[in-house]
């Protein structure tokens, strides 16, 4: 029997999320153990009217393409899923992971020439997606492995993101529209600001130029479950956009490999040292995969305070309420960053012990909750 709340979930991305019109051409992927939430939406997608091709990549197949592909393959930039990536009105790729760690110990050179080849498909998404020409959103269905990823039992965890994403309100589409809503006020405040200055008792003292900058309000409609509002730090500045330090409190996880205890120092907008307790080569690696991969393309504040515990997921993670997330390489063209890479890694930093924020020196937020009335 179908969980009920997969149901609902399926109607906040159908209706809210990507709001499917009859006719839409709808792209859904998804890993195999997603297979309850894939069928749910796919029921709401026909239910809109839409026309829908849906990719479902069965476990560990990304183990046999490591383990046996040649250089050439792994560089290769599928012309399919680029078309498809230009002709779609919609996308939704859903999470659901059978074994989270199943690329821990493949060769980070290898990661990195997959993640360049795909650099063009990610490009034409967040470009199609700045000039409204393409919704798209990613999820997650609960399984086995997230749940001991999070270090909780099954039910416990599908409890967890179902709550993440407001499905024990009595309407959560009501909801998340007044979620948007709220959002919206803190992302009119920062419009027009120029600094954000953050710092934490653990030592990060981290300078990011939003001069001119767009702000974004991230309410469930690119990711589901949601929680934060974003930028891109102005790159062409005297300054570079970036200066200080950044200590990461949470691991931060790429390719399924986990790098714990971050420090990036930057220098007019580029990282000029990175040090982790471990995988340190693998980070060194991945940020000198191209010249856009060591510096920073999103700043972010989380604002979902149903979220608040690590669970080694970047859909969950970078949400926390009480903490603010960098990511380097990539950034979003809808914000006016103008870097480019294949890499796109968010990065998280708790404030909840300690920690502030200043927008232009004036304090918004201190231990992780807003002192800013936004109105």
């Given amino acids: 029997m179908r969980d009920p709340r997969l149901k609902k979930m399926a109607e906040v991305i159908v209706q809210y999320s990507l709001n499917v019109k009859p006719g839409d051409l709808v792209l859904m992927s998804g890993e195999a153990e997603g297979m309850p939430l894939l069928e749910a939406v796919y029921e709401q997608l026909v239910i809109a009217g839409a026309h829908v091709r849906t990719t479902v990549i069965p476990p560990g197949w990304d183990e046999i393409f490591y383990a046996h592909a040649s250089e050439a393959q792994l560089k290769h930039t599928c012309p399919f899923d680029l078309q498809e990536t230009c002709q779609c009105d919609k996308r939704i790729r859903i999470l659901g992971s059978s074994n989270t760690r199943s690329l821990s110990h493949v060769d980070s050179q290898k990661q990195a020439y997959v993640s360049k080849a795909r650099q063009p498909i990610l490009s ?39 709550s993440a994403a407001h499905l024990d309100e009595e309407d959560p589409v009501a909801y998340m529209r007044q979620v948007e809503a709220d959002q919206q006020k803190i992302v009119d405040y920062m419009e ?141 063209p809808e914000t006016g960053n103008t870097n480019e890479s294949a890499l796109h890694w968010d990065m998280i930093c708790d404030l909840r012990e300690g920690g502030t924020i200043s927008v232009d020196s004036e304090l918004i937020s201190k231990d992780g909750s807003f002192v800013k009335n936004f109105g």
């Fill in 192 to 332: 027009g600001k120029r600094e954000l200055h953050f710092l934490t008792s653990a030592g990060t003292d981290l300078r990011v130029n939003i001069d001119g900058m767009k702000w974004k309000n991230s309410c469930g409609k690119r990711n589901y479950p949601d929680g934060e509002v974003f930028t891109g730090p102005n790159l062409n500045g005297a300054d570079g956009g970036v200066n200080g330090i950044v200590k990461y409190t949470f691991p931060a996880i790429w390719q399924n490999t986990l790098v714990e205890e971050i420090t990036l120092e930057f220098e007019k907008g580029v990282v000029v040292n990175a040090k982790a307790k471990s995988n340190e080569p693998f980070l060194k690696a991945i940020i000198g995969q191209d010249a856009g991969a060591s510096r920073l393309g999103e700043i972010a504040i989380g604002t979902n305070y149903k979220i608040k515990d690590f669970t080694q997921n970047i859909l969950f993670d970078e949400k926390i309420g009480g903490t603010f997330h960098a990511a380097l390489g990539m950034g979003y």
């Fill in 124 to 162: 034409k998404m967040l470009t199609r997606s700045a000039a409204d020409e393409l919704d798209w959103v990613v999820t997650l269905c609960p399984t086995a492995a997230g749940a001991q990823e999070g270090n909780m039992g099954t039910h416990e965890y599908a409890d967890f993101v179902f």
